[in-house]
């Protein structure tokens, strides 16, 4: 059962958010999707939408690491 937004995103400050953007634009490739996808993972139960709006990411790149790191994790 998924949250509603405001009950998932109510620890996350606009400094949080803002210092999560700002590392997110110093990476690059394949750490950005990881970072990019692990914040999802941990802040926004795994929704790309959800990081899309709240961060103002791409929620296909968003996706996409989301989907390497459940494949990896099944890899490993």
Known sequence: MLLPLSTMV??????IKSG??????KLTGFKKR????QVTIDYFNSSPRRAQTELGWSRQAI??????ARNWDYLC
């Open 63 to 68: 996706g996409n690491g989301v989907e390497r």
């Open 34 to 37: 990881a970072f990019m996808a």
């Open 20 to 25: 999560l953007k700002d590392a997110a634009k």
């Open 10 to 15: 109510t620890e996350l400050t606009e400094k």
